[in-house]
T-cell receptor, first 116, second 111 residues
Framework: SAVISQKPSRDICQRGTSLTIQCQVD?????MFWYRQQPGQSLTLIAT?????????ESGFVIDKFPISRPNLTFSTLTVSNMSPEDSSIYLC?????????????FGPGTRLTVT | KQEVTQIPAALSVPEGENLVLNCSFT??????LQWFRQDPGKGLTSLLL?????REQTSGRLNASLDKSSGRSTLYIAASQPGDSATYLC??????????FGEGTQLTVNP
């Protein structure tokens, strides 16, 4: 399994500001993902963070709002830009197993964001 | 578009009871199915992974089954304990690496 840490664990931010969330994995992984979980709802994939190239975004999510970096195989950041109260969610980093897409996916502890 | 449904949405049982959580998905062309546990305000813990070629997986008191042709999976929890109280999420991987999640079943085990 992979051990994933996220920083910060939680934050309260004012609307219009930006927050960068860090995700660190204890081993090199090919696939890294960012999910959002809005209050009382299930998880929605924001984007796949690709090492050495731009992230691949899901429908409804754009790079200007959620810029992602993936400088190496163990680290990624997600920025939530120009925040509004609707961005209040838990943001989760996830990685695929080292063997590829057919193996387990693991999740970090999440970052609880509240926008006031 | 893959849709994943979990029934029931919430379940409350007395300690010691055996229980079954249900997950159904609309597109049977999946690579695998994964069951997760989520405690309030926390991340997800992987419980069991079933490949599309498998029928079931077991870990301790947990047993997950998969019937791909009918688009169904069940998670069986034996001899439930208060520590099992959490939200249980089912997720299927259909194409690429994208997981599609159900809405979850919120389980409460009462002492």
């Amino acid at each position: 399994s992979a051990v994933i840490s996220q920083k910060p664990s939680r934050d309260i931010c004012q609307r219009g500001t930006s927050l960068t969330i860090q995700c660190q994995v204890d081993s090199q992984v090919t696939m890294m993902f960012w999910y959002r979980q809005q209050p009382g709802q299930s998880l929605t994939l924001i984007a796949t963070a690709n090492q050495g190239s731009e992230a691949t975004y899901e429908s409804g999510f754009v790079i200007d709002k959620f810029p992602i970096s993936r400088p190496n195989l163990t680290f990624s950041t997600l920025t939530v830009s120009n925040m509004s109260p609707e961005d209040s969610s838990i943001y989760l980093c996830s990685v695929g197993g080292r063997a590829g897409v057919d193996h387990e996916q693991y999740f970090g502890p999440g970052t609880r964001l509240t926008v006031t | 578009k893959q849709e994943v449904t979990q029934i029931p949405a919430a379940l409350s049982v007395p300690e010691g009871e055996n229980l079954v959580l249900n997950c159904s998905f609309t597109d049977s062309a999946i690579y695998n199915l994964q069951w997760f546990r989520q405690d309030p305000g926390k991340g997800l813990t992987s419980l069991l992974l079933i490949q599309s070629s498998q029928r079931e997986q077991t870990s301790g008191r947990l047993n997950a089954s998969l019937d791909k042709s009918s688009g169904r999976s069940t998670l069986y929890i034996a001899a439930s304990q208060p520590g099992d109280s959490a939200t249980y999420l089912c997720a299927v991987r259909r194409s690429g690496s994208r997981l599609t999640f159900g809405e979850g079943t919120q389980l409460t085990v009462n002492p």
